[in-house]
Nanobody, 115 residues
Framework: QVQLVESGGGLVQPGGSLRLSCAAS????????MRWYRQAPGKEREFVAL???????NYADSVKGRFTISRDNAKNTVYLEMNSLTPEDTAVYYC?????????WGQGTQVTVSS
């Protein structure tokens, strides 16, 4: 079955950096687009970044120039490198894959940006 497992979250000071990872299994990873979303307390889940199966990338305006999405098809893993973090980036970050028409989500990893 499809599984997505995020890791790498934590507490970081404003201006700091974190790298999130999402390990995928149960499907042919290289054939599918992968996305990161986030959900802050009291807010709806929002799109953060996309990497296509061809390696093309797209970002939400709020993270453009600060976040970088990448994928390693040999490791079935998608990454989110986050720099210049601000308190507004505090959220639970989720990995997403749309496989054979169905949306799959990881359990999420908490990112807290605070001094």
């Amino acid at each position: 079955q499809v599984q997505l497992v995020e890791s790498g979250g934590g507490l970081v000071q404003p201006g700091g950096s974190l790298r999130l990872s999402c390990a995928a299994s149960g499907f042919t990873f290289r054939d599918y687009h992968m996305r990161w979303y986030r959900q802050a307390p009291g807010k709806e889940r929002e799109f953060v970044a996309l990497v296509t199966s061809a390696g093309n990338k797209n970002y939400a305006d709020s993270v453009k120039g600060r976040f970088t999405i990448s994928r390693d098809n040999a490791k079935n893993t998608v990454y989110l490198e986050m720099n210049s973090l601000t308190p507004e980036d505090t959220a639970v970050y989720y990995c997403n894959g749309r496989v054979r028409g169905a949306d799959y989500w990881g359990q999420g990893t908490q990112v807290t940006v605070s001094s």
